[in-house]
């Protein structure tokens, strides 16, 4: 039985593969950068919000917020939490109002711990070697889909 378009279902036609491969591979570059730090890429990730979220006094901010910002489950995000508690970078509460919801807050150590990482985003430019004006498109454009694709699911 001949197939119409076997083409459809090679894996260099994917759109998929080369943005999971390229996902995988920004975050293997980012390894050796947060590695001094103590911070794995989605402890980083975590970090990255939660600085944000000081920075515009959003802070304590909750669980469930940090997960809609990550786009991520609380299933996963709370044991990276745990950790990262563990670490002395944040505190996790429960909300007085709502024992439903933990609210997290940065601790002094994880607000020192922005410093050390604010070369970071520039180190990985520098091992790219890519025009500043290309990652800015790259980046807008993949924004872009992650909405479009987000009004699907």
Known sequence: ???????????????????????????????PLLRPLGL????????????QAEAEQRLPLAVSDLCRELMLDTGTVTPLLKRMAERGWLTRERCQQD??????????AGLQLRDKAQAIPE?????????????????EQLQQWQRQLQQLL
């Open 1 to 31: 039985m001949a197939h119409q378009d076997s083409r459809l279902l090679r894996l260099d036609q994917q759109l998929c593969f080369p943005l999971y491969s390229l996902s995988r591979q920004v975050t293997q570059a980012y390894q």
């Open 40 to 51: 794995t890429y989605p402890q980083y990730l975590v970090m990255l919000v939660l600085w």
């Open 99 to 108: 024992e439903r919801r933990v609210l997290i807050d940065l601790t002094e």
């Open 123 to 139: 180190q990985l430019l520098c091992r790219l070697s890519l025009p500043l004006e290309e990652v800015e498109r790259m980046r």
